[in-house]
């Protein structure tokens, strides 16, 4: 890769955790929404399945470390906060 001119984005050459989050992530899925359903229909079923599953994982789901908010509530919040505070005086 290197004799190529291509530099790694993450991680080294045989650095065992590179996708260790991705294949968390994606064993996550299979174990929620494949595997919870013996037979499906057709390919369109799994992918509406997945994308439906990604939604609620990414906009939905409580996390601890967010103190139990979704993540879209938690950015929310969180941009609240960085709006700056209009003067009282402003207001009248």
Partial sequence: MIDAGFIASVGIVGDAYDNALAETVNG???TEVIGRRPKWANRLDVELAILAWVGRHNHERPLEP???LAPAQFQ???HAQQAPAVPAA???
């Fill in 90 to 92: 402003a207001l009248t």
């Fill in 28 to 30: 996550l899925c299979k």
């Fill in 66 to 68: 967010l103190g139990y």
């Fill in 76 to 78: 929310q919040a969180w």
